[in-house]
T-cell receptor, first 117, second 112 residues
Framework: EAGVTQFPSHSVIEKGQTVTLRCDPISGHDNLYWYRRVMGKEIKFLLH????????ESGMPNNRFLAERTGGTYSTLKVQPAELEDSGVYFC???????????????FGEGSRLTVL | DQQVKQNSPSLSVQEGRISILNCDYT??????FLWYKKYPAEGPTFLISISSIKDKNEDGRFTVFLNKSAKHLSLHIVPSQPGDSAVYFC???????????FGQGTRLTINP
């Protein structure tokens, strides 16, 4: 069974440009999360999808960030326009509805590293 | 305001000895605490967790202790092995929310 897949693994863009990150969760996982780690600090929650619906987007930094999950499968996170402080590693995670995420049934992807110059 | 703190950015331990990683939290509503391990260029992987109704959970070489009155938890690894060298993140969640609040991580290095 494939794990959580993220693309691209690394993106380098200039300030003001647009970047779209993609996450393919584990098949059958209705919960999908985006997290971000900036400059070696803590990993911060961005938002949570249940299927195609945004369950919690309280961690989204500002309106330059747009997350979508059309059809409830893969998700995209678009940053437009990108700023220097958006640099970091963006992690996606997924779990089953009703899964015991608190005992490990929450799986992270390898992350997409974003560098904004 | 950071609700989960790991005050030691790094820790170096000799192979075979005990590694103790610490984590403090401020939110008394947290009801699950988790430890994740992260290797370079990989995502965090679950290691062990503990419910707030317990004070200890053990899984092989890994034991997590929770002191609710002090709002402190620790991860003990014994004996430490070279493959344990990684960044360890403490995380917490509460009130039915599935989102995790992470600490900054502690880089553990096991020396031969």
């Amino acid at each position: 069974e494939a794990g959580v897949t993220q693309f691209p693994s690394h993106s380098v863009i200039e300030k003001g440009q647009t970047v779209t990150l993609r996450c393919d969760p584990i098949s059958g996982h209705d919960n999908l999360y985006w997290y971000r780690r900036v400059m070696g600090k803590e990993i911060k929650f961005l938002l949570h999808f249940v299927k195609e619906s945004k369950q919690d987007e309280s961690g989204m930094p500002n309106n330059r960030f747009l997350a979508e999950r059309t059809g409830g499968t893969y998700s995209t996170l678009k940053v437009q326009p990108a700023e220097l402080e958006d640099s970091g590693v963006y992690f996606c995670a997924s779990s089953r509805l009703g899964g015991r995420w608190y005992t490990g049934e929450l799986f992270f992807g390898e992350g997409s590293r974003l560098t904004v110059l | 305001d950071q609700q989960v703190k790991q005050n030691s950015p790094s820790l170096s331990v000799q192979e075979g000895r005990i590694s103790i990683l610490n984590c403090d939290y401020t939110n008394s509503m947290f009801d699950y605490f988790l430890w994740y391990k992260k290797y370079p260029a990989e995502g965090p992987t679950f290691l062990i967790s503990i419910s707030s109704i317990k004070d200890k959970n053990e899984d092989g070489r890994f034991t997590v202790f929770l002191n609710k009155s002090a709002k402190h938890l620790s991860l003990h690894i014994v004996p430490s092995q070279p493959g344990d060298s990684a960044v360890y993140f403490c995380a917490a969640s509460g009130q039915g929310a599935q989102k995790l609040v992470f600490g900054q991580g502690t880089r553990l290095t096991i020396n031969p």
